[in-house]
């Protein structure tokens, strides 16, 4: 007999309080900076951001919070947000980060599915929930974040910055379990309610690990990051937590960022690595042509969100020297599926080969394993022709959403997640979005579900049927275009239309044209059949 071998190293729990216990040792000098409109940057140290943390975890045990209970936040990127980021998850609680883009209806229905217990909103966006604060009544309490100098605490709600003044600092942090819920996000891309994704100490630990490493995004010590994507959305791609996790010095957007407040903050900070939707991209490439801001201090530009245009990797290649990767992944997916690398070989290739490749949105990452399968559930080949729904499994995707049985669909039998894009991978294992199952609309990185448009539409007394599709727009990527089929007899103005959605929907979502047509063409089971409107108005353009 020989000495049991089995499961002789330690039993150590992938939290994300460790991260954050080697950080406030390790990287106590380095900095935190957040933007103020028409101000200097606001500028603290690690030490500072800990030692915060740390009060921010006693207001949240003053305020008697339990393990479990949903801590949302309502804000812009900011160095609150990041001790939110950390003090909910590690005292046991979980942080809900909450769209702030979202259509009142949308709110209240995530904060109520969600249970939410307290909300830390930014004064600037604090009239949105003000709206709906009778309809949210499992939240006790509001804490106002003074994101601007001149923002005012309204009376009643309790201020941020005075909350951590008077509080004691949490001495330690809870032991716990890494399958603890340490977050929440809920997705709003497929039709029908948005569901919640809830977030493990161990997917994010894990997560955080491979984003890091050198042939992903390559983020440490030495960076300097700006923190674009919305902290509300998809953990800001993890980032906040993978830089923490680093050391590397952080800049967080702040209020409403216009393009021109990212090309100063690039330049002004010597900015090393970001990342955001292709729109925000199109939009900085337009400045830095017409003003010439300096942003040669990008190593990396991760891009991603939706499709990437090959045309705009090349113009920032060879105009300002900065290199994208384009990268794929859903909320569902914490968020990082793949990320666009070229393989050593592949740098000998002639440019437009490698162009190519990198217009693909890469190869599978580390701990992520990825299949396209036919109608049947077939898997097929890597070839690169083969086209079928792409399926994904891994420590750091979903394997439910949160108190949602009608969303099992989402997951097959033998244990993948369907994510709903449509894809081909090749021989290399570079994968390819070609299309989504659900005929979603993505403008400047926010979802617009067309059926839900279309419902809308289609409650309007003088409408038949109405059909509503992605069109292809300079700025924002993808704008919605519904085409209306008025009942027979009736006259109707595309005016009529839009200023009938208009109370209904979020401003971004509402259709900026509507075409009368005269019927919706249907497919043979006398469904909807948008590839053939898709095709009739491929030509179409925006007006300016
Ligand atoms: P979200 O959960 O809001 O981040 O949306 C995830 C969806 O965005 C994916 O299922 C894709 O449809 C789309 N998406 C994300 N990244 C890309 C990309 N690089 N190219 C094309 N579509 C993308």
């Known amino acids: 007999m020989t000495a049991p071998l089995h499961d002789l190293m330690m039993d ?8 954050f216990e080697r950080g406030e040792k390790l990287w106590a000098k380095k900095t935190i900076a ?29 305020f008697g919070l339990g393990r479990g209970d949903r801590v949302a936040t309502f804000a812009w990127n900011s160095h609150r947000h990041l001790e939110l980021y950390w003090a909910a998850p590690m005292t046991g609680r979980v942080l809900h980060t909450l769209n702030i883009r979202l259509a009142a209806p949308d709110l209240i229905y995530i904060i109520n599915h969600a249970a939410d217990s307290v909300i830390f909103a930014d004064a600037s966006v604090w009239p949105i929930l003000a709206g709906i604060r009778d309809k949210i009544p499992t939240v006790k309490k509001i804490v106002i974040m003074r994101d601007t100098p001149d923002a005012v605490v309204p009376d009643g709600l309790d201020d941020y910055d005075t909350l951590l003044a008077a509080a004691r600092p949490v001495s330690g942090w809870p032991k716990l379990d890494e399958t603890t ?24 630990f894990l997560h955080c690990l491979a984003q890091s490493m050198a042939d992903q995004f390559g983020i440490s010590e030495n960076d300097v990051i700006l923190h674009i994507v919305p902290m509300f959305h998809a953990n800001s791609w993890c980032v906040p937590f993978t830089g923490t996790m680093v050391g590397a010095t952080h800049v967080f957007a702040g209020p409403n960022p216009q393009p021109r407040d990212i090309a100063e903050i690039i330049q002004r900070e010597r900015v090393t690595f970001t990342g955001a939707v292709p729109t925000v991209w199109i939009a900085i490439k337009d400045l830095c042509e017409k003003e010439g801001f300096d942003i040669s201090s990008l190593r990396t530009i991760a891009i991603g969100g939706s499709a990437a245009p090959r045309h705009l990797q090349e113009s ?62 077939r898997e097929l080949p890597w070839d690169g022709v083969a086209m079928g729904e792409l399926q994904v499994r891994g420590p750091w995707v979903l394997k439910s959403y949160y108190d949602n049985p009608a969303s099992a669909d989402r997951f097959t039998a033998d244990g993948w997640f369907r994510t709903g894009d449509v894809a081909t991978i090749d021989a290399e294992g570079y994968v390819q979005i070609t299309d989504r199952t659900k005929d979603l609309i993505k403008s400047g990185g926010e979802w617009i579900s067309s059926v839900d448009v279309e419902n809308m539409i289609m409650a309007h ?84």
């Open 12 to 19: 150590y729990p992938l939290t994300l309080t460790h991260f």
């Open 34 to 62: 957040t933007r103020i409109p028409g101000h200097p940057p606001f500028r603290y140290t690690y030490a500072d951001f800990a030692e915060r943390t740390k009060r921010l975890a006693g207001v949240l045990d003053r």
């Open 181 to 204: 819920a340490a977050g929440m996000c809920y997705t709003s891309g497929t039709t029908g309610n948005p569901k919640g994704v809830v977030y493990t100490h161990r997917a994010m």
């Open 316 to 377: 920032f290649e060879k105009q300002f020297g900065v290199v994208m990767s384009h990268a794929w992944g859903m909320t569902e997916m914490t968020p990082l599926g793949t990320v666009g690398r070229l393989k050593s070989y592949m740098k000998a290739w002639d440019y437009d080969r490698q162009l190519d490749v990198r217009s693909r949105v890469g190869y599978p990452s580390v701990g992520v394993d990825a299949r396209i399968v036919d109608d049947e559930g």
């Open 461 to 544: 007394p003088k409408v038949l049927e109405a059909a509503v599709i992605a069109v292809p727009h300079p700025k924002w990527v993808e704008r919605p275009l519904a085409c209306v089929v008025p009942k027979p007899g009736v006259t109707l103005e595309p005016a009529e239309i839009v200023e009938f959605l208009r109370p209904q929907l979020a401003k971004w979502a509402l259709p900026d044209e509507v075409a009368v047509i005269e019927a919706v063409p249907k497919t043979s089971v006398g469904k909807f059949d948008k590839k053939v409107l898709r095709d009739r108005f491929k030509d179409w353009r925006p007006k300016e």
